[in-house]
């Protein structure tokens, strides 16, 4: 069973930085990637990056290219360092288990998922 633990939301001012971290264990046979969502109140949840286990390749929304990066260490955590936040990065920002197989399709950018398992979720707030 995926288990997943975000850390490192927070208050930041827009223009400042957060540096999101996912640890993970237990991932099902068909996982093969990790991605980050957010959700911001009144909104649907939507695909901000994600990250190939095996060969690190990634995938990021255009509202955050350039801004957000994504990367994996060398055990089983994924990061997501945050860039010149704006107001409407504001939102909770949860960890997923990304499958090549289920019915429960995510998508970051142009790229389609499988996604088998939700983190509990952080919460990353802009304002000043």
């Known amino acids: 069973q995926v288990k997943m633990v975000e850390s490192g939301g927070g208050l930041v001012q827009p223009g400042g930085s957060l540096r999101l971290s996912c640890e993970f264990s237990?991932?099902?046979?068909?996982?093969?990637?990790m991605g980050w969502f957010r959700q911001a109140p009144g909104k649907e949840r939507e695909g901000v990056s994600g990250?190939?286990?095996?060969?690190?390749?990634t995938y990021s929304a255009d509202s955050v290219k350039g801004r957000f990066t994504i990367s994996r260490d060398v055990k089983n955590t994924v990061y997501l360092q945050m860039t010149d936040l704006k107001t409407e990065d504001t939102a909770m920002y949860y960890c997923?288990?990304?499958?090549?197989?289920?019915?429960?399709?995510?998508?970051?950018?142009?790229?389609?998922?499988?996604?088998?398992?939700w983190g509990q979720g952080t919460l990353v707030t802009v304002s000043s």
């Open positions: 990250i190939n286990l095996d060969d690190g390749t």
């Open positions: 997923a288990a990304l499958s090549h197989t289920g019915d429960n399709i995510v998508q970051i950018g142009d790229t389609v998922f499988a996604l088998d398992a």
């Open positions: 237990g991932l099902g046979y068909y996982d093969y990637a």
